[in-house]
């Protein structure tokens, strides 16, 4: 049973650049959120898509972008790349909807603005 | 605005030891409280808890929430090198189910 697997596991870009995560959810699941996670800090909620909508965002600006597509799977954009960007990006999985708080998370993409 | 608060943020014991990570919260509409292993990269779920004074156990570890003075403590018994991770404590509130609010997370070492 596959768990929740991200792509690419490690990026660099440079400030100004457009940089696309994918997610893959764990098999079964039809939720996916994004979170990003500065270093030494926890998880900061980005959005969640479910039906190929994103129905709830947190505090980042519209550079931040995604798409969830029929097969569940998602991506996340983000455009004008900041140094500020420099994370780790989790993608998480849940199944049913909006109203399951339980999450399973993937490694994560690391990424690295220059 | 919606805050969970973690203490300590970095804990150094050693293989056998006891210790307790506690989090607080403060969020709208209260619906749970949920705490994360993060080794390396990725959080693995390990509780979550909706009533209050009510325990969790699995294997060395436990925890319980208490909802009139809002926190939580995750305990961890006769600890083991593999328990050194950073442990995420997190919240959610009615509104906004699907959306976790973590907080800073403490580090633990635990030493051979």
């Known amino acids: 049973d596959a768990g929740v697997t991200q792509s690419p596991t490690h990026l660099i870009k440079t400030r100004g650049q457009q940089v696309t995560l994918r997610c893959s959810p764990k098999s079964g699941h039809d939720t996916v959120s994004w979170y990003q996670q500065a270093l030494g800090q926890g998880p900061q909620f980005i959005f969640q898509y479910y039906e190929e909508e994103e129905r709830q965002r947190g505090n980042f600006p519209d550079r931040f972008s995604g798409h969830q597509f029929p097969n569940y799977s998602s991506e996340l954009n983000v455009n004008a790349l900041l140094l500020g960007d420099s994370a780790l990006y989790l993608c998480?999985?849940?199944?049913?909807?909006?109203?399951?708080?339980?999450?399973?998370f993937g490694s994560g993409t690391q990424l690295s603005v220059l | 605005e919606d805050k969970v608060v973690q203490s300590p943020l970095s804990l150094v014991v050693h293989e056998g030891d006891t210790v307790t990570l506690n989090c607080s919260y403060e969020?709208?509409?209260?619906?749970?409280l949920l705490w994360y292993k993060q080794e390396k990269k990725a959080p693995t779920f390990l509780f979550m808890l909706?009533?209050?004074?009510i325990e969790k156990k699995s294997g060395r570890l436990s925890s319980i929430l208490d909802k009139k003075e809002l926190f939580s403590i995750l305990n961890i018994t006769a600890t083991q090198t593999g328990d050194s991770a950073i442990y995420l404590c997190?919240?959610?509130?009615?509104?906004?189910?699907?959306?976790?609010?973590f907080g800073q997370g403490t580090t633990l070492q635990v030493k051979p």
């Open positions: 997190a919240a959610t509130g009615s509104s906004n189910t699907g959306k976790l609010i």
């Open positions: 909706t009533s209050s004074g």
């Open positions: 969020v709208t509409n209260f619906r749970s």
């Open positions: 998480a999985s849940s199944k049913g909807g909006l109203a399951n708080e339980k999450l399973f």
